[in-house]
């Protein structure tokens, strides 16, 4: 392909261009990143070979790739496909799918347009965290592919295989729900913990010390931006809402088992957690 | 030194094991493990010379290492000191001890008896989850020193600073709070998100399929054995109903923010989070 250009330069648009360029898969790769600093630091890491206006560097792009926070792509998505022609193919790296969708589904080039999550990232923002290999064996999914012209399909498929991912394919509202459960549950979990034990624990240097005792792991996540998951969670509220509610309610059975010093029930409830240990790795 | 007794032959003791063998901390590693099957597999793996009946064992010991689940530790160790001579030491790898040192306050040998627990530890089990390097650079806490004689607090510090440890002194329920904090309110999490998204998710292969959306980090403790955790739950029940009160209160108000639709209080609550990003590495 002779030019992909990628609309924000932060963790993941950073970590495409990197795989990007390392793979040879564009000969020039555009990108476009309103705030300055990042631009800059785009450029002097190399991710990109120009920043440009979002109107001209749309111009000469093969693929158009949007890599912002989920409430700037619903602003941003139709004013595009306003500017794109049949030989060029937009693709988003959203978390959720389905407003996104909705929001151009009427619009003149929607076919031009792919949508798309892989699921893949880290908790750290901006370019200075794009990393090689990022996507290199996770799934990417791709949805309502019927409303996509099968050229379009066909690039952004063979970009992320040429990545090391693999496709899977799920409508919007199916993704949307089973991103709540894998992903944005754990956020939430993540940061109510980081929380609970900021609140708790006053000895800061305490938890520094004694956090690899599991909770580095579990709080993992609590660093990541509130920039992108804010409006992740407002798109996909009633999916969280409802994992959310059934987190608490199990939380709330561990409470009342604690209380009621019923730990032979505890440990049952813990030999069904460890089941999760035949799906995952 | 001579001898060392590992009692309890899984993922921590076959640990110790690895790394006092290749750092040559002793000429003898003798083994105690009433589970057969483990023991001939630690045998197999030679990560201990001999496994012996428990008195046997501790005859020759210079350093007694108690690796089991802390229930059995409450079991066993005053029988242990019973047995030993001024010239041994006892320590034991717990993650509770409050429980455990008033259990042996008043006994003759007490002096003998040093209590720690290192901050280390992944989530298999069994002599074959035994590693090399697992407690270098994490910390290790040393708990009520006054109660041990100081050739055997030296001893056991020797031990930890050879294996590549940081010492942290506490006092035992000092101990208990902090890891209720910073470890056993993780692991309760973790669990409790487990059985979320397994009763929600019936699809199981999207859950593989999907996981590497902050999932596979914040479910990894769910796979730790509950003989393991259930007795810890136990021992430190009151510090972590206090944590895990905490926690759903924190959850609620995130589940009370999405009903409201409150996405900027949302923002603010995530900001706050991000601080764990300066405490931790």
Chains 1, 2 share one sequence.
Not at 24 to 46: D, P, S
Not at 89 to 102: F, P, Q, R, Y
Not at 163 to 177: F, K, Q, S, T
């Amino acid at each position: 392909m002779n030019q992909i250009t990628i609309i924000g330069l932060g963790h993941i648009g950073g970590s495409f261009a990197k795989d990007i360029r390392e793979r040879g898969l564009a000969t020039r790769i555009i990108g476009v990143e309103n705030n300055e600093i990042h631009a800059t630091q785009a450029l002097e890491l190399g991710l990109v070979d120009l920043v440009l206006p979002m109107s001209e560097a749309l111009l000469e792009a093969d693929l158009v790739l949007l890599t912002i926070p989920v409430d700037a792509m619903l602003q941003v998505l139709p004013g595009i496909l306003d500017q794109v022609n049949a030989n060029q193919t937009v693709m988003d790296a959203g978390s959720t799918k389905e407003a996104l969708i909705e929001s151009v589904k009427d619009h003149a080039m929607r076919s031009r347009y792919v949508a798309s999550h892989p699921m893949a990232g880290r908790e750290n923002s901006g370019p200075g965290a794009a990393i090689s290999g990022l996507f290199e064996g996770k799934c990417s999914v791709i949805c309502n592919r019927e409303g996509s012209a099968s050229d379009a399909v066909a690039r952004v498929i063979e970009l992320y295989e040429a990545l090391g991912m693999r496709i899977v394919e799920l409508e919007a509202h199916e993704h949307d729900l089973h991103a709540a459960y894998v992903s944005h549950i754990s956020h939430i979990s993540s940061f109510a913990l980081a929380l609970t034990v900021l609140a708790k624990e006053k000895d800061e240097k305490r938890i520094f010390q004694l956090a690899s005792g599991g909770f580095d792991s579990t709080v993992r996540l609590a660093k990541s931006s509130p920039d992108m998951w804010v409006p992740i969670f407002r798109q996909n509220r009633d999916n969280v809402l409802d994992v959310l509610d059934e987190h608490i309610n199990v939380l709330s059975r561990f409470r009342s088992l604690l209380i009621k010093k019923d730990f032979n029930t505890f440990h049952e409830l813990i030999d069904q957690a460890n089941h999760i240990r035949k799906i995952l790795k």
